[in-house]
């Protein structure tokens, strides 16, 4: 049974960084795209950043400059390194991963990710 497991959050202070990782385990089938969403409480589920299969990325405005989206497909883990985080990048994280021999994207159970002024 395919697993999509993202890293636990955790709580930062305004200007402060924090890296999430993504790690899918349960199948031998490798990440074609991937991303992250994020929602806040009371919003609708948004997208942070997309990373395609040849590495290529696209960012939200919001946390374009600030946040970095990466992979690594000999683990076939995905990253999102977030800098000079903001109080209103507190949302809960969703990675979201296309595999390759699956019709349909895998999501994981989202972690929480907390930015204090």
């Known amino acids: 049974q395919v697993q999509v497991v993202e890293s636990a959050g955790g709580w930062a202070q305004a200007g402060g960084s924090l890296r999430l990782s993504c790690a899918v385990s349960?199948?031998?089938?490798?990440?074609?795209?991937a991303g992250w969403y994020r929602q806040a409480p009371g919003k609708q589920r948004e997208l942070v950043a997309t990373?395609?299969?040849?590495?290529?990325?696209n960012y939200a405005d919001s946390v374009k400059g600030r946040f970095t989206i990466s992979r690594d497909d000999g683990k076939n883990k995905v990253y999102l390194q977030m800098n000079s985080l903001k109080p209103e990048d507190t949302a809960v994280y969703y990675c979201n991963v296309h595999l390759r021999t699956y019709a349909f994207d895998h999501w994981g159970q989202g972690t929480q990710v907390t930015v204090s002024s």
């Open positions: 349960g199948t031998t089938a490798s990440i074609n795209r």
């Open positions: 990373i395609s299969s040849g590495g290529d990325a």
